[in-house]
């Protein structure tokens, strides 16, 4: 993983794990590494990588059980939500972008009906 120095490191950890579940390369109920070998693989510091698993504890998207270690929530409901919030905050920044353009909602909405999903 790069990462851009413009943001601080554990935020870009948070959505890189976040992408991550919302890809289900981590899935529901499935165990996450451990905050070692995270920040093992990342090449940073596990303060980091604990920084970034308690936020996403404390949003209820990693949750810890005991015995067991760490694993993505089975609240699909949760997932839902992060989809959801990701689709708005992309959308936005386009949204944002496309109007300094000065392009027409039309002419984006024909493009985007054109596009293959």
């Known amino acids: 993983m790069d990462f851009n120095e413009n943001t601080p490191i554990y935020l870009q950890v948070i959505s890189y794990i976040e992408t991550l579940i919302l890809t ?8 996450v590494p451990s905050v070692r070998e995270f920040a093992k693989m990342l090449l940073i510091n596990p303060g980091t990588v604990q920084k970034a698993y308690a936020d996403l504890e404390k949003r209820q998207l990693l949750i810890t059980i005991r015995g067991i270690g760490k694993q993505v929530t089975d609240q699909k409901q949760r997932i839902q939500q992060l989809r959801e ?13 496309m109007k300094q353009l000065g392009i027409e909602k039309e002419s984006i909405l024909k493009k985007i009906q054109h596009l293959e999903w």
């Open 85 to 97: 919030n990701r689709l708005n905050e992309k959308l936005s920044l386009f949204h944002k972008e």
């Open 24 to 31: 289900e390369e981590w899935q529901l109920q499935g165990k």
